[in-house]
């Protein structure tokens, strides 16, 4: 769940990218909405105006050189879950209907993580990926199934190591900007935080009061799967931090 005062402690990267994967959520889980509550259109149309704002003045303060890293391993990190979907369909339609089978179920775990898994935010891309092949190595019947697919560990294990580094990388260029004196966007944030809560107590007050409350449910639980998804990384960065200051200290 939101908890605005983890907020106030986060570098401006992890902000800029929660508020952004909110809203690309937010614009998903209304798409099978018609008509969209008015109410609710105001308050996404001034979310989403306050997250432009934010990421505008992101963009003013500089780039990290870390980023051509990034998104030179986000490419390749696509291509390979992109290659590893192809050949998980093509041994859909195998002959023998073991393999079939196999890769059925295991195209059913891909699915589970959206359909355009590779164009989620930075963070919830990552996070999608990790879970996935964690599924695939703690659920009996997917690890079975993963067997029986042998062309798979081919892109597997290169998927891995591609989405660990990525996330090395991201927190590495997160503590980067947050040591950075001129980056300072406390107040735009506050705005953004202010407009986030508005939408976030109009999702509850449809889930409360909508003839069809199922879509903004699916949307809250969507939300915050989001939030933990960050609110986790950014524990794991500040622990790193932590422990580096620990261990200076003793050197």
Do not use: C
């Amino acid at each position: 769940m939101f908890r605005k005062s983890y907020i106030a402690v986060w570098p401006n990267a992890t902000v800029l990218g929660f508020f952004e994967g909110a809203a690309i959520l937010v614009q998903q889980g209304t798409g099978t909405v018609n008509p969209v509550p008015p109410p609710f259109a105001a308050a996404q149309a001034a979310y989403e105006a306050r997250v432009d704002e934010l990421g505008a003045l992101f963009k003013s303060n500089g780039a990290s050189p870390l980023t051509g890293q990034l998104r030179s391993v986000d490419g390749r990190r696509d291509g390979l879950y992109t290659g590893m979907s192809l050949l998980v369909r093509a041994y859909a339609y195998h002959p023998d209907a073991e393999v079939a089978g196999a890769a059925t179920l295991i195209e059913g775990s891909m699915k589970l993580y959206g359909p355009n898994l590779t164009q989620q935010p930075y963070m919830s891309q990552t996070v999608a990926v990790a879970n996935l092949l964690k599924d695939w190595r703690d659920k009996r019947e997917l690890a079975g199934a993963l067997s029986a697919l042998p062309g798979i560990e081919a892109y597997r294990a290169p998927l891995e190591a591609a989405n660990n580094e990525f996330h090395d990388l991201y927190l590495k260029r997160v503590s980067e900007q947050a040591s950075a004196p001129d980056f300072k966007t406390a107040d735009k944030q506050d705005e953004v935080v202010i407009a986030y809560e508005a939408l976030l107590r109009k999702i509850g007050g449809l889930i409360e009061l909508s003839a069809d409350p199922a879509p903004w449910a699916a949307l809250q639980r969507r939300l915050d799967a989001l939030w933990e998804q960050y609110a986790n990384a950014e524990a794991i960065r500040q622990g790193r931090a932590k422990a580096g200051e620990v261990q200076a200290a003793a050197s």
